[in-house]
């Protein structure tokens, strides 16, 4: 059993995302990232599939087909793109499974997971290009909206050619211009009802 080796596993991922996840003014995210990863489902099935190098859910879904601590902790936290598949519609009324539009907020918390995933694994040979070539090996062939995917594929190409600092500098202004739009919007639906 690989129990105090997991632990520290997730600890350590946790510590960093908190750590990034401040930097972008996300407190409550960074705090609760990843709590799952402590329920039962997920801890003692992590315990039993840990390798130390990847994530034990790869292992997991090599034994069984399917990782059951990933369908958990996927349905769980928002800052994964799977939370957001589900049935869509297009136009002409007809249906397809598709990624739906990500808040901002999550994705940038999934741009935090990113990077600490990557270095909690990559040990000494992370880079600030990491994330962004790990990214791409899935991208195209994964079921996320295309907005989405553009966001954060720029956000981790940024990361990669402009290092950490620049690149949290920016999503922290653009986090910010958004929740002042949406603050801007609110107002102008409270104005327009008493109208």
């Not at 315990?47 to 990933?70: A, H, T």
Request: hydrophobic letters at 30%.
């Amino acid at each position: 059993m690989h129990i105090r080796a997991h632990l520290r596993t997730v600890n350590r991922h946790r510590r960093l995302v908190r750590h990034y996840c401040f930097q972008l003014g996300l407190y409550w995210q960074g705090l609760t990232h990843d709590l799952s990863k402590y329920s039962p489902t997920e801890f003692w099935r992590s315990v039993k599939y840990y390798q130390g190098y990847r994530s034990p859910n790869d292992q997991e879904r090599i034994e069984n087909g399917v990782s059951l601590s990933w369908l958990h902790h996927k349905g769980r936290n928002r800052h994964h793109f799977e939370y957001w598949i589900d049935y869509c519609l297009n136009p002409d009324g007809s249906v397809y499974m598709g990624g739906c539009k990500m808040p901002i907020k999550y994705v940038a918390e999934m741009f935090c997971d990113r990077i600490a995933a990557c270095r909690v694994y990559q040990g000494d040979k992370y880079t600030d290009a990491s994330a962004y070539e790990y990214y791409q090996h899935s991208r195209g062939h994964i079921l996320i909206h295309a907005e989405t995917d553009a966001l954060i594929n720029r956000w981790l190409l940024l990361l990669k050619e402009e290092g950490e600092a620049r690149a949290c500098a920016q999503i922290r202004e653009e986090l910010q211009q958004a929740k002042a739009a949406k603050k801007h919007k609110n107002t102008k639906k409270t104005t327009e009802s008493k109208v």
